[in-house]
């Protein structure tokens, strides 16, 4: 899977020049994004089946601030997956210099119950369990 990459906006830093905090959450959001249309599974096709993925936690550990108008490359891996959640791991780095890591848990569901990935959409459970195998985290 290819790096999900983008440019800190001037608009997402805080008074001192330095990316606010609360930013990062929302470009670990966007990698996932990007990783699921990369397979195939857009936000817009998974909802339109009736699927949701909430987020059961997360935890960030901030490494190297980032300015305006630096540019982000965030690789994306899975760390847990279970046939009812997956976690996946973010490394947020600028000009090869890890600046954030990260962890996301979330877990599956249709019509508010959850969901058995690996019965409702084998493609989907299949193409995270061969990025888990090449995720080094």
Avoid: W
């Avoid at 699927?51 to 305006?68: D, E, R």
């Avoid at 997956?86 to 877990?107: D, E, I, L, P, R």
């Amino acid at each position: 899977m290819r790096p999900y990459i983008r440019k800190i906006n001037y608009y997402e830093c805080d008074r001192m020049g330095i990316t606010h905090h609360s930013n990062y959450i929302r470009f670990m959001e966007e990698a996932r994004i990007c990783y699921l249309e990369q397979l195939g599974y857009g936000f817009e096709k998974l909802e339109a089946k009736g699927l949701v993925s909430p987020v059961l936690g997360i935890n960030i550990s901030y490494k190297l601030p980032t300015t305006f108008p630096d540019t982000l490359q965030i690789e994306l891996g899975i760390v847990q997956l279970t046939s009812l959640k997956v976690g996946f791991s973010y490394t947020m780095s600028v000009n090869g210099k890890t600046v954030c890591t990260a962890t996301s848990t979330h877990c599956f569901m249709k019509e508010g119950h959850p969901v058995i990935m690996e019965r409702e959409f084998p493609d989907l459970y299949e193409a995270m369990v061969e990025l888990k195998q090449h995720t080094t985290h």
